[in-house]
C-alpha cells in the first residue's frame, strides 16, 4: 500500500505563486505516472497536470501556461509549481500516483490518492 501525502497549499493573493508537494510514502521501484487534480467548491474534481514516468508532462489548457510539474527523485517528491494565480485557482489540490503499469509488483499496483491541499487565491 502507498500512501500519498500532499503540502505547500496556503493563502495567496492574486497574482502571487505557490508550490505544491506530492510524496508517496515509499519507493516504488517501478514506473508510474503521477497526476494533479483539483477540485473547487461545488465543482467536479478536474484534472490539472500529470509528469509520466519519462518526465513527459501534460497541463489542462486553464493551467499550462501558468504551472509547471517536475520531479526531485532523491526526495522521492512531485512539485506543482502554480503561477500567476487567479480566484479561479481555489480549490483543494490532488495528488494521485498510478501505479498500473506491469512493471509494478502486484502488491503495489494500484491508484493512490493524496488527502489533498487546500489552496485559496484572493484578489
Known amino acids: 500500500q502507498v500512501e500519498v501525502v500532499e503540502s505547500g497549499g496556503g493563502s495567496v493573493q492574486a497574482g502571487g505563486s505557490l508550490r505544491l508537494s506530492c510524496t508517496p510514502s515509499?519507493?516504488?521501484?517501478?514506473?508510474?505516472?503521477t497526476y494533479w487534480y483539483r477540485e473547487a467548491p461545488g465543482k467536479d474534481r478536474e484534472f490539472v497536470s500529470r509528469?509520466?514516468?519519462?518526465?513527459?508532462?501534460r497541463f489542462s489548457d486553464s493551467v499550462k501556461d501558468r504551472f509547471s510539474i517536475s520531479q526531485d527523485a532523491a526526495k522521492n517528491t512531485f512539485y506543482l509549481y502554480m503561477n500567476n494565480l487567479t480566484p479561479a485557482d481555489t480549490a483543494t489540490y490532488f495528488c494521485?500516483?498510478?501505479?498500473?503499469?506491469?512493471?509494478?509488483?502486484?502488491?503495489?499496483?494500484?491508484?493512490?490518492w493524496g488527502q489533498g491541499t487546500h489552496v485559496t487565491v484572493f484578489s
Open positions: 494521485q500516483i498510478d501505479a498500473q503499469k506491469s512493471g509494478c509488483s502486484s502488491a503495489l499496483r494500484g491508484i493512490y
Open positions: 515509499r519507493i516504488l521501484y517501478c514506473d508510474y505516472d
Open positions: 509528469i509520466d514516468s519519462d518526465g513527459l508532462t
